[in-house]
């Protein structure tokens, strides 16, 4: 099923546009894609009024993560390989 897109105008700063097309480069992705991307991910989270510093919420997320990992390999060894497993296999069916 083809998307219909509208086009609208709008303006970004100049360090705004390298860093979108930064990022599309390396998603292999256009510039427009990018846009719609960070629309869909940003727009909900400021209807819920969900203000995110990305860096400090991906500082947590790795740290507890880290920390979850050391605690499962020296308390549940043979559990280990398992979780990882789990874990990729739920990141590709639901985040894909």
């Given at each position: 099923?083809?998307?219909?897109?509208?086009?609208?105008?709008?303006?970004?700063?100049?360090d705004?546009?390298?860093?979108?097309?930064?990022?599309?480069?390396?998603?292999?992705?256009?510039?427009?894609?990018?846009?719609?991307?960070?629309?869909?991910?940003?727009?909900?989270?400021?209807?819920?009024?969900?203000?995110?510093?990305?860096?400090?919420?991906?500082?947590?997320?790795e740290?507890?993560?880290?920390a979850?990992?050391?605690?499962?390999?020296?308390?549940?060894?043979?559990?280990?390989?398992?979780?990882?497993?789990?874990?990729?296999?739920?990141?590709?069916?639901?985040?894909?």
């Open positions: 099923m083809a998307s219909t897109y509208k086009g609208i105008g709008v303006g970004f700063s100049s705004a546009i390298e860093a979108l097309d930064a990022y599309a480069a390396a998603q292999g992705i256009t510039r427009a894609e990018a846009i719609r991307t960070s629309v869909n991910i940003g727009l909900p989270m400021l209807k819920l009024g969900i203000a995110l510093n990305g860096q400090r919420a991906l500082t947590i997320l740290h507890t993560q880290l979850l990992s050391l605690l499962v390999e020296r308390q549940y060894p043979e559990d280990s390989e398992e979780l990882v497993r789990a874990a990729m296999r739920n990141v590709r069916e639901h985040h894909a």
